[in-house]
């Protein structure tokens, strides 16, 4: 009998060798691109190299984004629970104690498992997670810091989405063509590689931008925006604890509510002290 892959150790060992968070990937494509300014004019056989290094973040970038989604919990795990992905999963022991230990979580099980070969698999992933068609989002996301920050028109990212996809089509389709065979007989141009690229850097783009407007929805974009949404949930929490204290207060004997009030006292000047601490 086979052995049984070891689902978590091989988790770990791909953590081992870098993650990639959904909103890295369209900056590791610019490195791509700066390469191949460098390379194009050398011998046709570099270029094949070109679409297998696309799919290859096209790969990473839509794992990581599953795992980010099932993560999230309600309701992206209730769609992937729904569908038949979720349904053909197998577990065994290491992985439910890998899960209930931490060590992995389940969405980086789920993502690990599910196959990413060709745009339809990712069309289907990420349609079933997000409960919505993700490649009509894709044709109308738009760069919300080029809108909300630059004062730039709301335009979507991707103008033509249908030569998009035929250029990521056309990469898994090339990539396949080159890690598996020799295939002397499918070339591939240095016009060909720039279509790839430009078609990938928008593909990327908007899928990052789908999932910054999905997790979380109007994230502040500015340090300075950052700032006043904490401040604003900071004062909410805050007067939260001293509504749900002065609640409590009221059940309680007058000694009890003279000792909760200097226990929320001293709770509150450990808080202030470790945020400055870590503020260092």
Known sequence: MADRRDYVAEIAARRARGSLYPTVAPYRIR???????????????????FPIAVVAL???????????????GAPYVDNIAATSYARDLRFDFTVVRGIAGKSITMGDFFSHLVGIKNLGQIDSLMTAALGRPFLTQLGVVHDRWAVEVEGKPAQPIISDLNAVLAQVSRAFEDRH???HEYADSHPITAADVAAILAAATLFLEAGAAVMSDTLPPDAPLTQAAMNARSLEEYTAMDEALSSRLTELATSLSQGQATLLQRAATSWRDYRDALSELESL
């Open 31 to 49: 490195n791509l691109h700066e390469l191949f300014e460098q390379v194009k004019h050398l011998d046709p056989e570099v270029l094949r190299y």
């Open 58 to 72: 096209f790969e990473s970038f839509f794992r990581s984004a599953i795992a980010t989604l099932v993560d999230a």
């Open 177 to 179: 063509v080159y890690a």
